[in-house]
């Protein structure tokens, strides 16, 4: 821990909170604070938009960098050693407010902490939803998102309808007083229909014009684990792959009728350029814009992921979805260290990464863990589920699992969850 003395940073006895409040000496461009503080020019930033707040962490430094001299202003950062003076730029639609700082602490293994006022706007450009995508009277081209393979060409739906909730028909129970018509039907799109539900999308197979098409593949496994519960996949539901890569894309659900996930295709307007997204970027993005949109609509916060073969996957609750964050690598040295945006900085930058990201609490379900907690949820109507094919969850939990270990060590738990950011 550390406080400020006459505006000077001291080291305290440890596990004790900032002493004095802090009032440290201005000088120049921004607020500084010197002394023997434990600091390297890598820093993350966490920013809540709404609240206009942040946590800025100084990562730990090697122990010969010491003493350092840290110059705040609103656009930068300026670390000074006996050995180097590193800038660290903060980008153009991030503004700290230097007089603010608070909270100050040190911490054995993430460096120093401090709580601040951050003015930030966001001008990330999102990856197109579903509805977006999908227009009426709009051609469009449908790609496999894994190799890029073009499964369905020049497609211009009539209608473009939203599903309703995965409950509509007990609902419907609940709400009518007389006998529910559609209890033993469900809803098939015609031709040239498109039917959006919350992670897939429906089209009638007769009228798609496939190119090469997708394979359609029938699983003995499937019929044999559905008879094990009523959510799990008939064999009748034979999994759609595309040719080329053999991603599972979606499933026929009847005779007429494909189900496509959309972790699995990217959708774009006729006559535009194709575009490769990172897998990894693509998944990040879909789930946390259905997570987005989830709780917004229905104030649902937390999810079950299941695969389309019944199991869950994970247990995740949504914390936050207004955050923005800011991190700088620092020098190749460090890079090592925490650092959420290894695909988007170069070891040398100078400048710091932003991306919009969604905060989420997280239990993995593989081999039988957390059951009983997964047993729970099963059976909460606060808890809303999401099937993806089974290979995207175990992909998602693998993200979620690299992010949680690219956090600072202090940030990687709450009350018995794992901590991740999910990148928009």
């Known amino acids: 821990p550390r406080g400020f003395t006459g505006g000077q940073l001291d080291r305290e006895q440890p596990g004790r909170s900032p002493g004095a409040s802090h009032s ?16 390297e020019e890598s820093v993350f930033l966490e920013i809540r938009r709404r609240m ?17 001299d840290i110059t705040m202003s609103p656009g930068s950062l300026e670390i000074k050693s006996c050995q180097a003076c590193k800038m660290i730029s903060f980008p153009a639609e991030v503004r700290i407010v230097p007089s603010s700082c608070r909270g100050l602490q040190y911490i054995v293994g993430d460096g120093l902490h401090v709580r601040l006022q951050v003015q930030a706007d966001s001008n990330t450009k999102l990856i197109s939803t579903l509805s977006e995508s999908l227009k009426a009277q709009k051609s469009c081209i449908f790609y496999c998102q894994s190799c890029g393979e073009i499964i369905i060409k020049e497609w211009t739906f009539l209608r473009v309808l939203p599903l309703p909730s995965e409950n509509w028909s007990a609902l419907v129970e609940e709400w009518c007083c007389h006998a529910n018509p559609f209890a033993n039907s469900a809803l098939h799109p015609q031709n040239n229909d498109c039917f959006l539900g919350h992670t897939y999308f429906l089209v009638n197979s007769g009228s798609e014009s496939h190119v090469p098409g997708p394979e359609i593949v029938h699983s003995e496994t499937e019929h044999s684990a559905s008879e094990r519960g009523p959510t799990l996949k008939s064999k009748e539901n034979a999994r759609v792959i595309c ?27 006729s006559g535009t350029n194709f575009d490769m997204i990172p897998r990894s970027q693509f998944v990040q993005n879909i789930i946390a814009q259905c997570l987005v949109e989830l709780s917004s609509s229905r104030s649902t916060f937390r999810f079950r992921m299941q695969g389309h073969d019944g199991k869950v996957y994970i247990l995740m609750w949504l914390l936050n979805s207004d ?18 945006f290894e695909d988007n900085l170069r070891p040398d930058s100078k400048s710091s990464g932003t991306w919009n990201a969604v905060k989420v609490l997280y239990h993995p379900c593989i081999k039988n863990r957390n059951k009983d907690l997964a047993d729970a949820w099963e059976n909460d109507i ?10 995207t969850c175990l992909e998602l939990l693998l993200i ?20 991740a950011f999910l990148k928009m």
């Open 52 to 68: 206009q707040s942040g946590l800025l962490i100084i990562r730990e430094p090697k122990a010969g960098n010491l003493p350092v």
């Open 382 to 391: 606060g808890v809303h589920p999401l099937t993806f094919p089974s290979k």
């Open 243 to 269: 040719k080329r890569c053999k991603a599972m894309l979606g499933e026929t659900v009847s005779s007429g009728t494909t189900k496509y996930y959309i972790t699995e295709m990217i959708i774009q307007p």
């Open 400 to 419: 979620l699992s690299l992010s949680n270990a690219c956090l600072p060590p202090s940030l990687r738990c709450m009350n018995s969850f794992q901590v």
């Open 323 to 340: 955050t923005l964050l800011v991190e700088s690598m620092g020098n190749s040295a460090s890079s090592s260290v925490f650092t959420l």
């Open 24 to 39: 440290p000496v201005t000088s120049g461009a921004g607020q500084r604070a010197s002394g023997a503080a434990h600091m």
